[in-house]
């Protein structure tokens, strides 16, 4: 392990591990199997990488995409690895060098996908190679029941018995109780040690809406995340195209990306996506697994996603690199059906049963009242705080109402009418509409005609929504989408229960990840920018996506931390030997061309950073106060606490400088040794005449001094 740490502070920039990567890395140099449940974003490339750097011959990952291979190559190549891949697009000379390169033993890794992998001539080739270990990346591509099913990973089994004593890991970010124990059984995994991490990504802020408009999405777009990257899904193509040229017309960078169309084109979209800034990409689910790029601000839905492992999975394509971003969904009655109507066309009866239920998770994660978070977590059986904060529930609570007596109209409606109707129509009779149809069918007659004015038609669509989404109504397909009652809607109807349901939203939680939570401070902005600039010039000379020179959350602390040399620019994480060596002096010349005032050479907060920022425009403490709308206390301890962190001197602040901080300093230490240590005793002790927030900083000086 010692030699894994230097290779993850040399190689890869970073001084420690994080969740459980050194005990995986220890399992792999000890010749063990593992399966590895991590977040996106969580650092599991490094799981397999540095065990394969380490150990004799070549790490041989499975990897489901061609398309971002030679991204994944090309970032390993920076860092001075040796890395290559094999795919359908190489020219036969290309692959054949690469062959070479496998058999010679000259790769620290190869990547390799599924069906190549399991040719005759790779695993002919794989026989006279040496192996370091088995990297199964996406391994919750093995289950039949899953969104990303690929049937090839079924056969990875004979990895074990072609090569018993070459380690393997299982790596995905994505899977509930039923899929690991489906990734153990059919890639023979029974003898791995499973490593779970916690599936929660606190940087994501959660937003769902029961809103359908473009509008939304425009709106939700424009105010968090104008000039950002992101990812749109949708269900259909033809949405996809539709949305594509409709963003396009607004003014953004958007591609579509979908599986009719052609190949080129598809490359050329995902190529500019991860190559280039503030693309949108508009897709199906065709596209994102596996995407490397850490600096997706947002991942919105435009419908619902077939399952809460496929919610996660897409949204967790948001935010890689740990800082704020945005997973916003827009969901309808229409997606519901639409996705119900699909389940039911299957053939396999067991797999109709799984996605029904996996929609109905979903669909409670929609319709719930409580935390987004904790009822994501819960699903992968993950105990969490009942209250996040950074979602849409927490932060904007949703209403909920007694529903009983109008959940018991919708019913009985349905019942009253035959259940032979749809929505729109049932809708149309509790409000008393009068038309041909209706007449005809004398449903204008029944108890239940037009006993729902009290409400509009979106109440009751929504209403219906909700019914069907809790298991009171089902939809029969076969006739057109009319609703029938199930068994679960008895009591309901008897009046021997009580519904509350969720109210239809209004308007969206004015919280979202973006601008709000930005990790620079304004005096950081033209620094940030000029980075931001070098680093896609330097990109465009190496042919690689710029997240490959450096992440974002690299160039944020350089530039908060400003270093004055190589040597201390080299303790930036995410900064390795080889990355130093080669781009280090470019980005220290421009660091050196900003001059910034010492105070903000800090690790402090932000809100902080703020009143400093205002504090050195000449102003007191109590028109930074007023500026900022915070109380006098609140500034006097955000001076206190920069005081004791030496970013200013205690003489620089301005209230200070007629104060006899000598007096106020013996009063503190009489006080204390008094046993009153609190600022009130020594607030008395001055006769009332030296304010708290003074009396706060002579204190943070003391505490420097100690």
């Known amino acids: 392990m010692k030699e894994a740490y230097q290779i993850l502070n040399k190689t890869f920039g970073y001084q420690d591990f994080r969740h459980q990567q050194a005990d995986i890395i220890q399992d792999i140099l000890n010749n063990k199997d593992a399966m590895v449940l991590m977040p996106t974003g969580g650092g599991k490339s490094l799981c397999y990488q540095i065990p394969a750097i380490i150990r004799p011959g070549v790490g041989i990952v499975v990897s489901p995409l061609i398309a971002l291979m030679q991204d994944q190559v090309d970032a390993l190549t920076q860092l001075g690895l040796s890395a290559g891949y094999l795919n359908s697009n190489q020219s036969n000379e290309t692959q054949r060098a690469i062959e070479q390169q496998l058999l010679s033993n000259e790769l620290d890794l190869l990547y390799i996908t599924p069906e190549r992998l399991m040719s005759n001539r790779m695993l002919s080739l794989l026989n006279q190679s ?61 003898n791995a040690k499973t490593y779970i991490n916690s599936f929660d990504r606190p940087n994501i802020h959660y937003q769902i809406s029961d809103q359908t408009g473009k509008a939304d999405l425009l709106k939700f777009i424009k105010n968090s995340h104008s000039d950002d990257a992101g990812i749109i899904y949708c269900l259909s193509r033809k949405r996809v195209e539709e949305t594509a040229d409709w963003l396009t017309e607004q003014g953004f960078n958007a591609l579509p990306y979908h599986a ?131 979602c849409d529930t927490c932060i904007s609570p949703p209403e909920s109402w007694d529903a009983t007596e109008a959940s018991r109209k919708a019913l009985s409606c349905i019942y009253r009418s035959g259940q032979r109707f749809g929505i729109g129509y049932l809708t149309d009779i509790l409000l008393g509409k009068v038309n041909d149809r209706i007449t005809k069918n004398a449903h204008d007659q029944i108890t239940t005609y037009g006993i729902g004015k009290d409400l509009s038609v979106n109440e009751w669509k929504g209403i219906y929504r909700q019914l069907i989404a809790m298991g009171y109504i089902n939809i029969n397909f076969e006739q057109y989408g009319a609703l029938y009652l199930t068994d679960k809607a008895r009591p309901l109807l008897r009046g021997e229960i009580e519904l509350k349901l969720r109210k239809q939203s209004k308007k969206s939680a004015k919280k979202s990840a973006g601008k709000q939570k930005s990790a620079l401070r304004d005096v950081d902005e033209e620094l940030f920018e000029a980075l931001r600039q070098c680093r896609l010039d330097l990109s465009k000379d190496e042919g690689v996506p ?60 932000e809100t902080i950073n703020s009143t400093l920022e205002l504090y050195l425009k000449n102003l007191n403490a109590q028109d930074v106060a007023d500026t900022r709308e915070l109380s006098l206390s609140t500034i006097y301890n955000h001076l206190s606490t920069a005081i004791k962190h030496e970013v200013i001197k205690l003489e620089e602040i301005t209230e200070i400088k007629d104060t006899d901080i000598k007096q106020i300093e013996q009063a503190i230490e009489l006080c204390a040794e008094g046993g009153q240590e609190g600022s009130k005793a020594v607030f008395e002790f001055l006769n009332e005449e030296v304010e708290y927030g003074i009396i706060h900083c002579v204190r943070a000086r003391l505490d420097t001094i100690v």
């Not at 299982?170 to 153990?184: K, M, S, V, Y």
């Not at 419908?303 to 949204?315: F, R």
């Open 130 to 190: 040496s192996i370091s270990l088995f990297a199964i990346d996406e391994a919750h591509c093995v289950s039949q029941w899953g969104h990303d099913f690929r049937k090839e990973y079924q056969q990875l089994s004979i990895l074990h018995e072609r090569f018993p004593d070459i380690p393997r890991i299982a790596l995905t970010a994505t899977a509930d109780e039923r899929t690991r124990q489906e990734i153990i059984q059919q890639l023979d995994l029974h």
């Open 546 to 605: 710029p997240y490959v020179i450096f992440h974002d959350k690299t160039l944020i602390e350089m530039t908060r931390k400003r270093p004055s040399s190589l040597i201390e620019m080299g303790k930036i994480a995410g900064i390795g030997e080889k990355k130093l060596d080669k781009f280090g002096q470019q980005f220290l010349t421009i660091v050196k061309q900003f001059d910034i005032h010492p105070w903000f050479k800090n690790e402090l907060s």
């Open 260 to 390: 009719g169309l052609n190949q080129h084109v598809r490359e050329q979209n995902q190529k500019r996506f991860l190559r280039e800034d503030g693309i949108i990409i508009v897709a199906t689910i065709a596209f994102g697994m596996g995407i490397d790029k850490p600096d997706v601000r947002f991942v919105a839905h435009l419908n619902l996603p077939k399952s809460i492992e496929a919610y996660y999975q897409e949204t967790g394509r948001a935010g890689r690199d740990g800082l704020p971003a945005d997973a916003w969904m827009a969901y309808g009655l229409k997606d519901m059906m639409l996705l119900k109507q699909m389940i039911q066309g299957g053939d396999n009866e067991m797999q109709q049963r799984v996605s029904h239920s996996k929609l109905d998770s979903l669909m409670a994660l929609c319709e719930t009242t409580s935390c987004r978070r904790y009822h994501l977590l819960e699903y992968f059986g993950e105990d969490s705080k009942e209250k996040c904060g950074n």
